[in-house]
């Protein structure tokens, strides 16, 4: 531990079996050493947040993961299914709001064509003109593309066309087969979501990786995932923030795996931190973590606090996250990073500073 330890500290990439070894046995007040110093050489003390709002087309979804509490078969109760009418009024609301970015993510909707995702995009772009469009999932985009009977690549360039700018980091879930069978077998394989992100760095498109743990995975699944991030992120650059997401029993069919402890999570987004030495934002998405935990993360590894929000997105109160209508206020976004010693700084969705307060 020492030497692993000692390497952090010296700035020195850790290996796997080194990671492997913090799960198994570092403990949180040395992880939190550790973490706080490659997040300081990377992002000092700055805690970084934007104005966003989440719009979620549909939650009709082909796909039947085991960890999720939020999708409906067509036509059954709870169910939404989102015109593109719909979703520009929604857009339109946001106009002269100070918005800077729109995150849009929903189910693999059986009958939707790229077409109709070309469209949204290029909609809400003109309902939205100065606003980012971060959209869709490396899962979505794959089924816009078989859909469409083109190479993901290509369907990638015509959402580009249309304004998109990046890729969110969903559909990750943990980056290896043998979990995928058991939590998402029907979701696209590692390569595949591996593939996406590839072809999007290629052209320039950023995006965003998650990580869903705590269910049935190893912590050996953890390294692996993390690993390929890396090894990805090593190509291409073109990754902007990891996102660690906590799995939320509530609602849905993999609860007998119950949940990790905060403890827990913190080791975890320490780990991710110290080990993922070439992404160089951590998120911690305080509508699915909660307020709370998202300010104590800032000193486990955090350095991005994801934004205002607007109570616009269901995917965790689903879940069973705590938070029911998760917005805040820009104030309160700063108050929190002070508090914990930081200095907030909003930013646009490429990470360059807009204003530091
Ligand atoms: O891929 C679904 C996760 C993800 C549950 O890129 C769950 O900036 C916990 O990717 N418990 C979608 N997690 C959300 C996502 C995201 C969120 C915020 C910011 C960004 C970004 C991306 O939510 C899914 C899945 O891994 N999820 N159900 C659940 N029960």
């Given at each position: ?8 500290l010296?700035g020195?990439?850790?290996a796997?079996?080194?990671?492997l070894?913090?799960y ?11 973490a ?18 989440h719009?979620e087309?549909?939650n009709?979804c ?9 999708r409906r ?20 609301q946001?106009?002269g709001s100070g ?7 929903g189910?693999?909707?059986?009958r939707r ?11 809400v772009?003109?309902?939205?003109p ?6 869709f999932?490396?899962?979505e ?13 290509e369907a ?7 304004g ?8 990750a879930?943990?980056?290896?087969d ?13 390569q ?16 965003n990786?998650t ?6 995975e ?5 390294v ?7 090894d990805?992120?090593?190509k291409t650059?073109?990754f902007?923030?990891f ?14 795996a119950?949940?990790v ?18 992404i160089?934002h ?8 909660g307020?709370a935990?998202?300010q ?8 991005d606090?994801d ?7 269901k995917i965790?109160?689903m ?13 309160e976004?700063c108050a ?6 930081f200095i907030?700084v909003?930013r ?8 530091q307060?």
């Open positions: 531990m020492n030497t692993i330890h000692k390497k952090i010296a020195e990439r850790i796997a079996d080194e990671c070894a913090l198994r046995s570092a403990s949180l007040p040395a992880l939190g050493v550790m706080n110093a490659v997040r300081e050489r990377l992002n000092g003390k700055y805690v970084y947040f934007n104005r966003n709002v719009i087309p549909t009709i082909a796909n039947r993961c085991l960890f999720c509490s939020y078969d067509e036509g059954q109760e709870e169910s939404w299914d989102l015109s593109l009418d719909e979703i520009f009024g929604i857009a339109r946001y106009v918005i800077t970015e729109v995150h849009i993510v189910g693999v909707h059986p064509t790229l077409n109709f995702y070309e469209e949204m995009v290029s909609g772009r003109r309902i939205l100065g606003v980012h469009v971060k959209a999932t490396a899962e985009l794959w089924r816009m593309a078989q859909q469409a009977g083109l190479p993901v690549g990638l360039a015509r959402l580009k066309t249309c998109l700018q990046s890729i969110p980091g969903g559909g879930e943990i980056l290896d043998d979990v995928r069978a058991q939590i998402c077998p029907d979701k696209v394989g590692t595949e979501w591996l593939e996406v992100h590839q072809s999007a760095h290629a052209q320039g498109i950023v995006s990786a990580m869903l743990y705590g269910h049935v190893t912590y050996e699944h953890r692996k995932h993390l690993q390929r991030l890396r990805l992120q090593d650059g073109g902007n923030a996102i660690p997401l906590k799995y939320f029993k509530k609602n849905n069919r993999l609860s007998s119950g949940e402890s905060a403890v827990e999570e913190l080791r975890n987004m320490a780990i991710c931190r110290i080990f993922l030495d070439n160089r951590i998120k911690a998405y305080w509508a699915m973590c307020k935990m998202a104590l993360a800032l000193s486990f590894g955090a350095d606090m934004g205002t929000i607007d109570d616009s997105t965790y109160s879940a069973g996250a705590d938070d029911k209508s998760p917005k805040m206020t820009v104030d976004l929190m990073a002070r508090q914990s010693g907030p909003e646009d969705s490429l990470y360059h500073a807009i204003k307060y």
